[in-house]
């Protein structure tokens, strides 16, 4: 006898749907799948077999012919287990056929029958929503997943025979809450940037560069809090839009991040990979590419801490997505697009030893090794940092000290500059002011008669680069907006001159 | 080029060999010709030749080309001067024992000014930076010619100011007049050439290893008059062409640094032996006699006045001790935006610095 069940399959992001057919003929005993199987999906054979018997059905000792359609694509992944033994079971009416095709089945088993929870749920869902089936059968932990797409039943089970209960009309599921729109704003985090004492410098620098989505490097010695602001860092990000936080639950779906019964993610990520990182963990890679830490930190914060001590080619495949805000991997078996739009934020110690410009500490490294150091990092990858401050270490008396603005004060003010700059950039293919093109520079960022003054004296007197001349107004930009100023006065130029280039603090060590 | 001037150029040629034996051997040969045609019993009468110089001035004589090394010093144009010659430079004649053979290229006529070494540690701390700077730019704005040695940190600050004064200045090489070491001042040799001078006792492409430096800090303290030690750990060169100052018969001066920084250990100990402690280019003038040409300072004084009431204050905090951004708005209860942007503003106006790692200090 023939049966179809329905399922589904990952290709990068997306998902598409795959009809598992399940053919059972008389003749020698056997069971083969086909339709281009990986391992693990091959390997379901075993686990179906044991897991049918174990739940008390019969295992058909016949012919057993299991196509995977469409038949050119590869399929991975353990979730056709329970697809593949309802299909079994439906082909030898063990069970009731009828509501069958409405609904799309995901799910490992383990040998005993249980239902295990699976990666890719919420792409699956959103596909098969699409696709306009009725519902999805889900592991119980993966419910909530799911559940965020409005329109679907989604139908969470514990074991094989709860989703053959289901068919038989025999199991009602409980009722899942659909997450609305408007709980988004209830998010809580871990930290907050009342926690952190003194710092007033840093913080401020923070709040300008989540206001202009600038990238920024923090150049300090260890065991000045830069980690621990930086883990912040999200708190004080524009919360994220039901659409991010969609693409973000996707991509951490698919990655496989997702803890169970964790509906969709609210929190800005925060990703800091440690400095043995390689070049495709940091950017994604593998046979069928994954996602990499730049994907994972999208709508996020990459946080690098010890720049200097990254492999210098996994930091110089940073440069193209920065820009781009995706990142293309090909593959012989496959091209897949990810996206990537994070907030680069670097740490790094100001020479090997972390003496260097500290006027009570003798720097023990020589000239050279100062130098070597620092050109680890490319002068086009510090070209994309906009903001670049030196950290000073926390005083006793700032661990004391009364706690300051916290996160939420913050996150409003930057939300608001923001707005502006969406506002500003309509129709211009960018949305906040790291992204301005010299050209575009040019037409946002115009000075008055002060400005120009202060400009052409900093230029001269600063010894300032033509690209440190960018950077500079496009954070003035950032700080003119976060002052709801429509023009660049002489004091938002002043201020951001100060957070200029790294160059400045090294003076010392050329002539 | 005559042939007494020839045969020092020569005798230079042979590694090792010192400047006492280089003169022993030219009073004996007096002629390239002649030292070509001697044979090792004429070498071992001179007083000072054991065999072994004997054996390696023997193995050297057929290798060096005393005429093509002139010619390759000229394609560079670099001047080759002895000590026979009328313009040897008269400070260094005067020492122990002066280098036979100097090579120069720039300004030779930057040798007979009234010179004054700047010396110091290769790694710099900020304050050690602006002593070098200023010491520098006003005595060479005096015409006092700066003699340093190039290496990094305060002899590249020293030739620096007196750049920036267009003064005149002179680095001595501890290597070959072809090489420059380190490599990252090319640019700065460039400069010192069009206004001054550098000058080496070593045969071209001789590198620099590290038995060379003694020997041009000895021409270093040699071409002054008094030697000035800007920031010295315990143990460095700089000392040594202290000593040296000493033993020829110059000055020593020293600047006094914050008993805390391991920069000033060196120039401490100095000023606790007895070495002049300096606070002004007029401790330096007063002590070797030497007259004042320009008023002390150039720069005008700024008129606090004109500062507005913010920036008053913030510049009242900042000192000669360095102070952090984050001190700063502690202490004034203000925000870091107005900090900063009130920062930019006196740092323009050239009233204070910033330093590496955040710190302000008063200019």
Known sequence: ??????????????????????????????????????????????????????????????????????????????????PIALGILAATSQMSIEALTDYAIIGELSLDGKVRPVNGVLPMAIEIKEKGLKGVVVPLENDEEASVIEGINVIGVTSLSEAVAFFNGEFKPKKNQVVKDDQRQSVTFDGDFSEVKGQENLKRCLEIAAAGHHNIAMIGSPGSGKTMIARRIPTILPSMTFEESLELTKIYSIAGLLSNHSGLIRQRPFRAPHHTISNVGMVGGGRIPKPGEITLAHNGVLFLDELPEFPRDVLELLRQPLEDGKVTIARANATITYPCKFMLVTAMNPCPCGYYGDPFHECSCSPHQINRYLSKISGPLMDRIDLQLQVAPVKYSDLEGPSTTDSETIRKRVEAARLIQL??????????????????????????????????????????????YNKILKVARTIADLDNKSSIKEHHLAEALQYRNIDKYYQNLRI | MKEDGLLLVALNLIPDLGSLKIQSLAERFKSFSDFMKAKPNDLLEIPGIGE?????????????????????????????????????????????????????????PVLDNNAIAIVGSRKASAYGRRVAINFAKELASMNINIVSGMARGIDSFAHKGAIDAGGPTTAVFGCGLDIVYPPENVALMQRIIECGSVISSFPLGVV???????????????????????????????????????????EVFAVPGNIFSPYSRGTHKLIKQGAKLVENTDDILDELYLERIHNRDGKEEFDLNKLSVPERAIFELIDYQPIQIEQLIEKTQSNSRDVNAILTRLELKGLIQALPGGYYVKN
């Open chain 2, 208 to 250: 620099p290893l590290p038995m060379n430096f003694p020997a041009r800090n000895r021409i270093i303290s040699g071409l002054a008059l008094g030697t000035l030690v800007v920031e010295a750990a315990e143990k460095s060169g700089s000392l040594i062409t202290a000593e040296f100052a000493l033993e020829q018969g110059r």
């Open chain 1, 423 to 468: 506002e500003r950039y309509k129709g211009q293919n960018i949305h906040c002011n790291s992204q301005l093109t010299p050209n575009l520079i040019h037409k946002y960022c115009k000075l008055d008669k002060d400005g120009k003054l202060l400009m052409k004296e900093a230029f001269h007197n600063m010894k300032l680069t033509a690209r440190a």
């Open chain 2, 52 to 108: 072994k110089i004997c054996e390696k001035i023997i193995a050297y004589k057929s290798k060096i080309e005393p005429h093509r090394e002139i010619e390759k010093a000229e394609e560079q144009g670099i001047r080759i001067i002895t000590l026979f010659d009328e313009d040897y430079p008269e400070q260094l004649k005067q020492i122990y024992d002066p280098p036979p053979v100097l090579y120069i290229k720039g300004q030779r």
């Open chain 1, 1 to 82: 006898m023939l049966a179809q069940v329905k399922s589904c399959s990952i290709f990068g992001l997306e998902s598409f749907l795959v009809d598992v057919e399940v053919d059972i003929s008389s003749g020698l005993p056997a069971f083969d799948i086909v339709g281009l199987p990986d391992v693990a999906v091959r390997e379901s054979r075993e686990r179906v077999r044991a897991a049918i018997k174990n739940q008390n059905f019969d295992f058909p000792i016949k012919r057993i012919t299991l196509n995977l359609a469409p038949a050119d694509i590869r399929k991975e992944g353990p979730h056709f287990d329970l």
